[in-house]
């Protein structure tokens, strides 16, 4: 992409010329100190929308007028209420409504994918994964390993970078998973590294997977809500993701799930379950048993938090209104204008690593005597980052809520700071 100029005044002539920039004012800011609060950790925690309140504040005061009939009653029945998003998911990741559903959390439903995805026999046993993979995961992995008897040490295979590099190069990731042949059981990635920010593509990873009869799973906690995906068209056997960072449903919100249609109706499929997974229209008859939903909600355990589901679709509203495709085209004009600052303006003491095959988030390593005391005085000017050890920080330009003029003062301030 073409820049024209470093200045400021270019900053707010591409946020007059941006349609989508007015989607800014939807969101709410946190309190700051310095000038102006300058919000680039949503890749950890996203802004809360402006409704989201008036969303909580309809199921609290439904309960108070109706305490459990609003199951049924409320404005927007809680009984059903889960289902509000599914329309709303299966747009954002490229799925159908029955593929996918809110439920649980992150970790949690990784667990419930591995229970179904990770078959491993005598000699097919092995999980390749990231080797600097979000540390759940790998804690997941290996803990669904020794559950079968393995020792993670051999069952977990880490896909590492070659010397000196921080990602993965895209043949040495086929070549591994050819290595690996007939032993791989599973392919579980993030599909959006959350150290490097790197995007794996998935349609060809599972590809490769399914060439040896594999099963291919992503964590989509960086992904979902920043990456235009087709989890159907390109058959992922399963994704998860959470919904506190891009899709700013608040901390500890409810996640999301997607099983591929191919694995939908199996009544003998490997499967942890629960009543809310039951047939709906007899699971209030509390039979002795389990008779599966034909669809994702077969996997799910217990009635969903309702506030939770609240807040996640007061912003699924504006995701169904922006446009996944709109919004990743804008933020890959945000992401490379917020590169083409550094490298103008830090280029002498900022490296980036994350490469061009990415979403909305940048990592930089930075030449300085203690790289994390820098947040703290980030946060001092009112900048909102992140520190990952031993020298990396993470930014990310939301193009829901970020605008060009947030990238102009974020890198005056990294300028500032660094001299």
């Known amino acids: 992409m073409n820049y024209n100029g470093t200045s400021l005044e270019q900053a707010k002539t591409y946020d007059n010329e941006d349609q989508l920039s007015t989607y800014r004012e939807q969101f ?46 409320a404005k927007n029945p809680w009984l059903p209420y889960h289902e509000f998003i599914t329309e709303s998911f299966a747009k954002l990741v490229g799925a159908k409504p029955s593929e996918v559903v809110a439920m649980n959390t992150l970790t949690v439903n990784l667990h419930m994918m591995m229970v179904s995805f990770y078959r491993p026999t005598k000699n097919k046993f092995k999980i390749l994964i990231e080797n600097n993979t979000f540390p759940s995961d790998k804690y997941a992995v290996d803990s669904q390993a020794r559950f079968h008897g393995f020792d993670p040490k051999d069952a977990v295979v880490e896909l590492k970078p070659r010397d000196g590099e921080m990602t993965i190069r895209e043949e040495d990731l086929q070549a591994q998973i050819d290595d690996l042949g007939d032993s791989l059981a599973l392919i579980m990635l993030g599909n959006c590294n959350y150290l490097s920010g790197q995007y794996f593509d998935m349609e060809k990873v599972v590809k490769w997977g399914h060439t040896h009869n594999a099963f291919v799973g992503f964590n989509m906690a960086h992904g979902a809500g920043n990456l235009a995906t087709k989890l159907h068209d390109w058959n992922v056997d399963f994704a998860i993701w959470c919904s506190y960072k891009y899709l700013n449903s608040g901390p500890g919100g409810i996640a999301g799930a997607f099983v591929h249609e191919n694995h939908l109706g199996q009544k003998d499929i490997p499967r942890f379950e629960g009543w809310w997974g039951t047939n709906k229209d007899t699971r209030f008859k509390m039979g002795p048993d389990f008779d599966p939903i034909n669809t994702v909600e077969a996997w799910q355990l217990s009635n969903p938090p309702i506030f939770q589901l609240a807040a996640l679709r007061a912003s699924m509203d504006i995701y169904d209104e922006a446009g996944i495709d709109n919004l990743r085209k804008r933020g890959d004009h945000l992401t490379g204008y917020l590169e083409y600052l550094l490298k103008e303006e830090c280029t002498e003491k900022v490296r980036i690593v994350t490469p061009e095959k990415r979403g909305s988030m940048l990592c930089i390593k930075i030449q300085a005597s203690d790289p994390k005391a820098m947040v703290d005085t980030f946060h001092n000017k009112g900048v909102f980052v992140d520190f990952r050890e031993p020298d990396i920080l993470r930014m990310t330009p939301i193009p829901l809520y970020n605008s060009y003029q947030d990238c102009y003062h974020l890198v005056q301030v990294i300028k500032e700071c660094l001299s």
């Open 28 to 73: 709410t800011f946190p309190q700051a100190s310095g000038e102006f609060p300058l919000y680039f950790a949503g890749h950890s925690l996203g802004l809360m929308p402006k409704k989201t309140k008036q969303y909580i504040d309809q199921e609290l005061e439904d309960w108070g007028k109706l305490g459990v009939e609003g199951h049924f009653r």
